[in-house]
């Protein structure tokens, strides 16, 4: 995802798309211009490591930048959900473990319908992950 940095910017165009719609060609330009603009001084005021611009382009420093923080994020967010996995973990049968991975090795070589394993389905009020 990470990766796609340029998709993670324009994602943000989704708050003005509603109200150009209706405009002309030309303004609806303007606008999405000056949406950007502001877009771009927030992140480099946000950042606060103009010096990089020396060094990197503009579109480098940003990326980079957004990977730290996600990077940082994600390193958080793994040890939660790795204590939430042995917890889980411990409450379930080997044999449905073992079934399951069996499962997940499947689907990641096939690809297409056994991929279906990960849908989750709605039952008479209970939520089950189709495995």
């Known amino acids: 995802m990470d990766g796609e940095i340029l998709e993670t910017l324009w ?59 996600r990077w940082k994020k994600a390193v958080i967010q793994r040890e939660e959900m790795r204590s939430a996995l042995d917890e889980l973990t411990d409450r379930i049968s080997e044999e449905w473990i073992e079934e399951w991975k069996e499962l997940e090795e499947r689907a990641m070589q096939e690809r297409g319908d056994a991929l279906k ?13 189709l495995l």
């Open 11 to 69: 994602s943000h165009l989704n708050k003005v798309a509603g109200s150009t719609s209706a405009m002309s060609q030309g303004q609806r330009q303007e606008i999405l211009d000056n949406f950007m603009n502001d877009s771009n001084w927030k992140k480099l005021i946000k950042s606060g490591i103009i010096y990089i611009f020396i060094c990197m382009n503009v579109s480098d420093a940003f990326a980079v930048q957004s990977i730290i923080q």
């Open 117 to 129: 394993i990960y849908d989750i389905a709605e039952t008479q009020g209970m939520l089950f992950i």
